[in-house]
């Protein structure tokens, strides 16, 4: 079983960058389908991007499209957030998942990411 633990949250002003990190361990990281998730109190856990083993796959939130980067390192297993242009709207507890059948299965406890105008 597959344990995630997410950094790299903070809080910046509109239009700054952050880069967060997930750190995975136990379990096959190669196998697992990764994502990024977000949720701000009182909503659903939200989509913002995921990315295939192999890295060929990178679909994005239409909400985060070309401000946003996923990427991986199979041999740190590790998968990373890098986030351009910061709104305030992005601000919410960000998630890392793994997923190794149909759903998201694996969590991590989240990071905290506050953007102000």
């Known amino acids: 079983q597959v344990q995630l633990v997410e950094s790299g949250g903070g809080s910046v002003q509109a239009g700054a960058s952050l880069r967060l990190s997930c750190v995975a361990s136990?379990?096959?990281?190669?196998?697992?389908?990764m994502a990024w998730f977000r949720q701000i109190p009182g909503k659903a856990r939200e989509f913002v991007a995921s990315i295939s083993w192999n890295s060929r796959s990178t679909p994005y939130a239409d909400s985060v499209k070309g401000r946003f980067t996923i990427s991986r390192d199979n041999a740190k297993n590790a998968i990373y957030l890098q986030m351009d242009d910061l709104k305030p709207e992005d601000t919410a507890v960000y998630y890392c998942?793994?997923?190794?059948?149909?759903?998201?299965?694996?969590w991590g406890p989240g990071t905290q990411v506050t953007v102000s105008s």
């Open positions: 998942g793994a997923r190794d059948g149909l759903e998201y299965g694996y």
């Open positions: 136990g379990g096959e990281f190669i196998t697992y389908s």
